[in-house]
Each structure stands twice: as C-alpha cells, then as structure tokens.
C-alpha cells in the first residue's frame, strides 16, 4: 500500500483534502473605543486595535472585501461610562450600540454583524453580571440586564447577537426578550462551553477590563468536559441557533464532542492568547507564521467548527485566496 501517492503534489492533495477552509467560514473580532480618533494599538495583540468609529467603518468594508463570513464587535466604553449595572450596555447611543449602526450602515447585510452580549466591558467591577454585596455574581439579577442589552443591539441592527456572560439560563430569557420585542429574525450565538482560560490575558487589554477577582464561579473548569455538553444541550433546547466553545486550540477535543452531539452550526473562538502566543513566536522567527495560522484555522475546522473567530480572518482570507 502507498498512501503517499495521494500526497505527490499539491494539485493531488487539494482534491483529496478532507478538510476545506475559505474566507466565508471565518468571523472577525472588532474593538471599538470610545473617544477615539483614530486606530489605537494594543500591545499585546500586535497587528489588532481598537478602532474609532470612522477606522471600524473602513475595516468593516475591508472585511466584506476579503470574503470574511462576518464581524463580532466589542465595545470599548470610556472608563467615565462604566458603572456597577453596566449602564453603556443597554444605552442607545452606548459605544457598542453606535459602532453596531456604524458597521451595519456601511456593509448593510453583505456580511453578518454579531454583537457581544455581555456586560464585562460595561462594568466597573468588570466581572459578566451583576454583584451581590459579599461580590459574587447574582445570575438572575444578570438576566434581566441581558434581556435589555439583546433588544438595544437587535435595535441597533445586529444580525446575530452573542451571549458571552455564562450565566444559566441566558438563551431562554435572552430568546424570550427578542421575540417579545419582535426581533424573532435575530439569531443568538451561545457561547456554551466557555471555559475559564489563561488565554484570555490580551483580550483584557483589548477591552480595559476592570476585573476584580476571577470568573471561575461561572465559566467552565478547564478540567471538565462533560460538563460542556450538558451546557450546549441546554443552550440549544433554550433556543441558541448556533453555539460556541472558547478558546479554540486548547479545546479541540470539546469542540470535537459538540460538533457530534449537535445539530446546529457550531463556531470555535480563537482567543487573543492563542493570537498573541502565535505572533510572538513569529516574531522570534521560531515557526512560520502563515503556515502556523491557516493550520490553526485547519485544526479548528477539522475538529468541527464550521465557523472560526479568528483577529486573523482579513489576513487568511487573502491567504487562502492566493
């Protein structure tokens, strides 16, 4: 037997390849900061900023441009907007919201326009909910403010909406407050199995989290797997139209589990440690970056991803185009 035959040349193993990855299966992680006038770097995430509105509006374009499947957009509110409650989240004229408005004005539904439904950005405490006095997460208290986010950004002209915060019973409420205020076409992202991650050092940057302690309370025990099942098939008889595992790489045996156990669309995020631990590597010339992006992407999809979010989404696309 020679298995190699199937491998002489790229010609043979594009046709055989078991796994196919385009532009049209990747999402792409936006920030958009309040105040700003123009792109802001963030150290820790090289090549990724937080944009001014203007800059979010001319990436958006860019993004439709390559291909890209579609955008989740986080918002960056000033720390003069942060409260306990999260006020700036379900305010109208909130960053989130604006910057919703702004990217759905300019790409219309030539892509898909995801928003994060959490209250982290929003909060000065910055945990996902709301506090009890001892500081722990009240989760029923958090639904009602997840409740109104999702009619704001629906409002706003969100496509899809994603719940982030792990609170239990979320996507029922979250679905119930959408439908009830008529927004039954808007679809909800779950991130079901959310784990409680390392990986997840940049991205604070990205967002100027003010968290105060962990969130270990809420989101999954990296030790457990199980556990992400019992989570997705909650999500999904709550009404989630797709549902997500985070990170992506560290987890591929979970999102494996779930692309099995499910018959929605299952997306993986690829998180700013992932990106940050890649690019820094690159950067000491210890692997190939290209080669090492689009194999990360790969590995996602092959374990049962059909969608990635990935801040390399633009730059792949172009890449797996040439």
């Given at each position: 037997m020679r298995p190699r035959r199937l491998r002489r040349n790229p010609a043979v193993r594009r046709l055989v390849a078991e796994t196919r990855l385009s532009p049209a299966d990747l999402v792409l992680p936006m920030f958009v900061r309040e105040g700003a006038t123009g792109p802001v770097a963030i150290p820790s995430m090289p090549g990724v900023v937080q944009h001014s509105r203007e800059s979010l509006r001319k990436a958006a374009a860019e993004a439709v441009a390559a291909g890209v499947g579609g955008i989740m957009l986080f918002g960056v509110p000033a720390p003069s907007s942060k409260d306990a409650v999260?006020?700036?989240?379900?305010?109208?004229?909130?960053?989130?919201?604006?910057?919703?408005?702004?990217?759905?004005?300019?790409?219309?539904?030539?892509?898909?326009?995801?928003?994060?439904?959490?209250?982290?950005?929003?909060?000065?405490?910055?945990?996902?909910?709301?506090?009890?006095?001892?500081?722990?997460?009240?989760?029923?208290?958090?639904?009602?403010?997840?409740?109104?986010?999702?009619?704001?950004?629906?409002?706003?002209?969100?496509?899809?909406?994603?719940?982030?915060g792990m609170m239990d019973g979320q996507i029922g409420v979250i679905r119930a407050a959408l439908d009830a205020a008529g927004h039954v076409d808007t679809s909800v992202l779950a991130y079901s199995a959310k784990y409680a991650s390392a990986f997840y050092g940049p991205f604070r940057d990205a967002v100027e989290s003010t968290l105060e302690g962990d969130r270990k309370t809420y989101q999954q025990d990296p030790a457990n797997a199980r556990e992400s099942?019992?989570?997705?098939?909650?999500?999904?008889?709550?009404?989630?139209?797709?549902?997500?595992?985070?990170?992506?790489?560290?987890?591929?045996?979970?999102l494996r589990q779930v692309a099995d156990a499910v018959d929605v669309p299952v997306a993986a995020y690829q998180v700013s440690g992932e990106y940050a631990m890649i690019e820094a590597a690159a950067a000491n010339g210890w692997i190939d970056r290209e080669r090492t992006i689009l194999e990360t992407l790969t590995s996602a999809r092959r374990a049962g991803a059909r969608i990635v979010l990935t801040y390399w989404a633009v730059e792949a696309a172009g890449l797996l185009q040439r």
């Amino acid at each position: 037997m020679r298995p190699r035959r199937l491998r002489r040349n790229p010609a043979v193993r594009r046709l055989v390849a078991e796994t196919r990855l385009s532009p049209a299966d990747l999402v792409l992680p936006m920030f958009v900061r309040e105040g700003a006038t123009g792109p802001v770097a963030i150290p820790s995430m090289p090549g990724v900023v937080q944009h001014s509105r203007e800059s979010l509006r001319k990436a958006a374009a860019e993004a439709v441009a390559a291909g890209v499947g579609g955008i989740m957009l986080f918002g960056v509110p000033a720390p003069s907007s942060k409260d306990a409650v999260g006020s700036c989240g379900t305010d109208p004229n909130g960053i989130l919201q604006l910057g919703i408005r702004d990217v759905v004005s300019e790409v219309g539904d030539s892509t898909v326009v995801m928003s994060d439904l959490c209250l982290d950005e929003f909060t000065d405490h910055g945990h996902c909910g709301i506090l009890r006095a001892d500081g722990s997460v009240d989760n029923d208290a958090t639904l009602g403010r997840y409740a109104e986010m999702a009619v704001v950004q629906a409002e706003a002209g969100a496509h899809m909406v994603g719940p982030s915060g792990m609170m239990d019973g979320q996507i029922g409420v979250i679905r119930a407050a959408l439908d009830a205020a008529g927004h039954v076409d808007t679809s909800v992202l779950a991130y079901s199995a959310k784990y409680a991650s390392a990986f997840y050092g940049p991205f604070r940057d990205a967002v100027e989290s003010t968290l105060e302690g962990d969130r270990k309370t809420y989101q999954q025990d990296p030790a457990n797997a199980r556990e992400s099942l019992r989570e997705v098939a909650l999500d999904v008889a709550e009404g989630a139209d797709l549902v997500m595992v985070k990170p992506a790489l560290p987890y591929l045996d979970i999102l494996r589990q779930v692309a099995d156990a499910v018959d929605v669309p299952v997306a993986a995020y690829q998180v700013s440690g992932e990106y940050a631990m890649i690019e820094a590597a690159a950067a000491n010339g210890w692997i190939d970056r290209e080669r090492t992006i689009l194999e990360t992407l790969t590995s996602a999809r092959r374990a049962g991803a059909r969608i990635v979010l990935t801040y390399w989404a633009v730059e792949a696309a172009g890449l797996l185009q040439r």
